[in-house]
């Protein structure tokens, strides 16, 4: 008896990303069929059962399927907006200036606390549809714009509430150690001391977060503060992944990999050590071009060190109202290779396969392959590269999420 599926993708040409550093995967007489949410079969049309049945069948008359773009950093829920910033930036400001002067993310913090969890998703819904319509169908999420656990539970119960409102997997990540609120008048330790005593333990138990994030940076906190939340997020069971290297190379990479993180993220100053360590615990590089251009970075990540010592590569938007307002993947992809220099097969699996890879999911998306969730993105390009050359332009035709 002929075996049957939900549907068929036919007359296509597959990245499969299954291939290596330098191999899309490419399949060009190629063919995708699903069962039950599940990819069963992403190969060679004529390897495909002949007599195979299908409740529907797709002509995608020979595009390219790429599988659903995965955005790994994002701050996507937060309230208000820092466009003043922007205006104080260009008249010369840095970062840590508007930072120490009360701006940065703690003037998003007062905007994010004053917002009902509605507000919070109706606010970040659009950002959410733009990611959406370029073809991404895995999202993480961060907290860490309340700085108190009443704050970061609602951004995490919105960001949980997104998943629920558009078809797209979010994944959530506890960013409580992201800057210093207000009221902790300066005393780094004990606030480190309320997010590992008070707020992780209610964090971990309403099963909100996914992950736990910090900030290791000199306008954030130490490698001993952010050890101790690592340490903490551990004993809880939960994985960690860390802003590190950003802005100086206080060790962040290195100390992620010493406790076995997804990843380390945004990492422009990170040193040898620091990738030799990454590559040896398998902890992803999360490169953020975005948040390079937008604050005028000039020190780029050491992208021909993590190639050397083999240290898998994605790229995300790292979307927040500071310092990356970006909601586009395909633009990540450009800047990637443009600012960083990253080739054509490094961005797309930046924002696939390595994507995936940094939120722990490598084993149910972010390549075409059988028993991975059917989650497609199908595109009007004559060859992969066009997703990295063009700009402000989106081929997409189809998307497809779970086999739908």
Not at 183 to 211: F, H, Q, T, W
């Amino acid at each position: 008896m002929a075996e049957r599926f939900d549907r068929i993708w036919h007359n296509a040409q597959l990245a499969t990303m299954r291939g290596d550093r330098a191999d899309l995967g490419e399949i060009e007489r190629g063919l995708i069929a699903a069962r039950d949410g599940r990819i069963v079969y992403a190969g060679v049309r004529s390897d495909f059962p002949a007599d195979a049945d299908a409740a529907e069948r797709i002509d995608c008359g020979g595009r390219w399927i790429t599988p659903g773009l995965v955005d790994c950093h994002t701050h996507l829920v937060f309230g208000g907006n820092r466009a003043h910033e922007f205006e104080l930036r260009l008249k010369g400001a840095s970062y840590e200036e508007i930072a120490r002067a009360g701006g940065g993310i703690v003037s998003t913090v007062a905007a994010t606390r004053s917002a009902t969890e509605a507000e919070l998703v109706a606010g970040a819904l659009p950002r959410l549809d733009a990611l959406i319509g370029e073809g991404a169908t895995t999202v993480e999420i961060k907290s860490g714009y309340g700085l108190n656990a009443e704050t970061e539970m609602r951004q995490l119960a919105a960001a949980r509430s997104l998943g629920r409102l558009r078809q797209v997997a979010i994944r959530t990540s506890f960013l409580g150690a992201h800057a210093l609120p207000p009221e902790a008048d300066g005393d780094k330790d004990r606030y480190i001391d309320l997010v590992c005593n008070e707020m992780l333990p209610a964090v971990a138990k309403s099963g909100l977060a996914d992950a736990v994030d910090g900030f290791m940076e000199g306008i954030a906190f130490s490698g001993e503060q952010t050890a101790r939340v690592f340490a903490a997020a551990h004993a809880l069971g939960l994985r960690v992944k860390l802003h590190a290297d950003q802005l100086s190379n206080l060790g962040g990479a290195a100390l992620a990999a010493k406790f076995s993180a997804l990843s380390a993220d945004h990492l422009e100053h990170t040193d040898e050590a620091g990738a030799v360590a990454m590559a040896k615990s398998g902890t992803v590089a999360v490169l953020l071009p975005g948040a390079f251009y937008f604050i005028r970075e000039t020190q780029k990540p050491p992208v021909e060190l993590f190639r050397s010592h083999g240290v898998n590569m994605a790229l995300a938007t790292d979307c927040n109202p500071g310092s990356s307002p970006l909601t586009s993947l395909l633009l990540t992809m450009n800047m990637g290779a443009t600012l960083f220099r990253m080739t054509v097969a490094e961005c797309l699996a930046g924002v696939t396969r390595e994507g995936a890879r940094a939120l722990g999911l490598l084993a149910e998306t972010g390549t075409l392959e059988a028993g991975k969730w059917c989650d497609l993105a199908i595109w009007d390009i004559e060859r992969p590269a066009e997703l990295v050359y063009r700009i402000g332009f989106n081929p997409l035709h189809g998307r497809v999420w779970r086999g739908q």
